[in-house]
Each structure stands twice: as structure tokens, then as C-alpha cells.
């Protein structure tokens, strides 16, 4: 995949089907956030953002499953009220712009993630670069 993101149309949703969202156009940027809000909202090492503009995101929240809380001051996180996922980031902080959850895409971001973010939060513990057994998803 290019570093260079292509314009293509990207879209995704909530692990129940009920919040969808299309992205027309490219990203803006996609990162690995490390923060401690993240960590657990997700319940993830990190998270994998990618930033959008606002405007070119349309969300079909399933008949109203769509809900935001205000997990720090000025900061809200958008998910879905029937299975939890926790699928949209917005704040003040960056207007005009909305970072989605790069594992909710139906198939590939249009850039690879730049950057980790709140480095300095990171945990210990997560390491892929380990020689960890490496098991597909047919049994453990």
C-alpha cells in the first residue's frame, strides 16, 4: 500500500451493523494513538486513528444508535449504543475534522498510519516485533 493516500471511497461501521459511515475523498492522516483514553475506551494498546474532514463523512446511525461522550473537556467520542464499539473522535482541538477508527473500515485506509502519538503513554507490554507464536484465526 502507498504512503501516499488515493482518492477512493472508503467505508465502514460498528461490530453490530447498526452505525455505517462513508468517507468521500481522501484522509487527511492516519496515526497510532497511545493515550490512556484511548487504551481504554478501546480496551487496545492503541488505537488506530484516521483523520477526515468532517464534511466529506456521512453517518447512517441505524435509526438513532449513534451516541457521544464526552470522555475529556472539550473531546467527544462517537459510538454505537447497541454493541458498544467505540467507532468516531472529534474535539475542538482539531475542528472541522472527525478521525474514525481505522479497524471499522469494511477494507484498507487509503494512507498506512505516520506516526504514533502519546508515545510517552505507550504500554510496556505490546510489542509485535516479539517472536510470539503467530496463530491464524482457526484455533489458538
Known sequence: MSKTPVRK?????????????????????????????????HG??????LGCDEDSVAI???????????????????FCARCGSTVFFRSRRWPDELHLTCASLDG????VPQAHVYWDS???????ERNL????????
Open 9 to 41: 471511497r472508503m467505508a465502514g461501521g460498528c461490530l453490530c451493523g447498526a452505525l455505517r459511515f462513508t468517507i468521500a475523498g481522501a484522509s487527511k492522516w492516519c496515526a497510532h494513538c497511545h493515550c490512556s483514553l484511548c487504551r481504554r475506551a
Open 108 to 111: 484498507a485506509a487509503d494512507r
Open 122 to 128: 505507550h504500554v510496556d507490554w505490546s510489542d509485535l
Open 133 to 140: 507464536p503467530r496463530r491464524d484465526g482457526s484455533g489458538a
Open 44 to 49: 487496545a494498546a492503541f488505537v488506530t486513528w
Open 60 to 78: 447512517d446511525d441505524g435509526g438513532g444508535t449513534l451516541r457521544w461522550y464526552e470522555s475529556s473537556p472539550g473531546a467527544e467520542r462517537g
